[in-house]
């Protein structure tokens, strides 16, 4: 679940009494325009004054209401600096830009963060299925397991002890991936994923790990 930690980059500056009346004014100060808090409430969950922290952090981030995914990935490498985030954070950025424009906004951000967060555990393992899924043509490859698996190893570097040998995240996609794969066609689908994570303990504990950190 290392693409929660992005959600660190956002904390929010000391908050005066007039805060959340500018929040509600500066929404159509920037080019892009967010939904407004309440439209976004309906549809994530968090609440009001959740949502009031996470834009005033968005937007102290990206000013210009969208982020681009060279700074989505100069964001996300602050928090690995031993190693090299930039491919993870290019996987990461297609799975939170939803529509594919090439940008990121305050609603994309925090609609993918409310299934990571407070999502049940078949929104979030979707959710993962969608990242694993490279070209998002509804499987998950092999190889697309081995990208996500070896950007994961670079983006760790060496503080992982003992340190990895240059094999192991291809041994660890083969354990993986004959795991999942139930019918042995070479491709895994959705309900392979989530039936597989479902049935493994470490998964489902990594699914609770960061609800209501908020």
């Avoid at 004054?49 to 964001?75: A, H, W």
């Avoid at 950007?151 to 291809?170: F, H, N, Q, S, W």
Wanted: charged share 30%; with cysteine.
């Amino acid at each position: 679940m290392g693409a929660l930690m992005v959600i660190f980059s956002l904390q929010p500056k000391q908050r005066r009494k007039t805060d959340s009346v500018e929040d509600e004014l500066e929404l159509s100060a920037v080019r892009h325009r967010p939904e407004g808090l309440e439209q976004l409430e309906a549809q994530t969950r968090f609440s009001r004054k959740e949502l009031q922290i996470l834009y005033r952090g968005f937007k102290n981030e990206c000013p210009s209401g969208v982020v681009n995914e060279d700074t989505f990935k100069d964001i996300y490498a602050q928090f690995f600096p031993q190693g090299d985030a930039s491919t993870y954070a290019h996987f990461l950025f297609n799975a939170f830009d939803t529509d594919h424009n090439g940008s990121v906004s305050f609603e994309d951000f925090v609609m993918g963060l409310s299934i990571l967060l407070r999502g049940t555990v078949q929104e979030k393992l979707n959710w993962a299925f969608n990242l694993y899924d490279i070209n998002k043509d509804g499987y998950i490859t092999k190889e697309e397991m081995l990208d996500i698996m070896k950007a994961i190893y670079d983006m760790m570097g060496k503080c992982t002890y003992p340190v990895l040998k240059e094999e192991t995240p291809r041994q660890h996609v083969e354990v993986f991936f004959q795991k999942m794969d139930k019918n042995k066609d070479g491709v895994v689908t959705i309900d392979e994923f989530i039936d597989c994570c479902q049935n493994d303990e470490n998964i489902m504990r990594s699914m609770h790990l960061f609800e209501n950190v908020l």
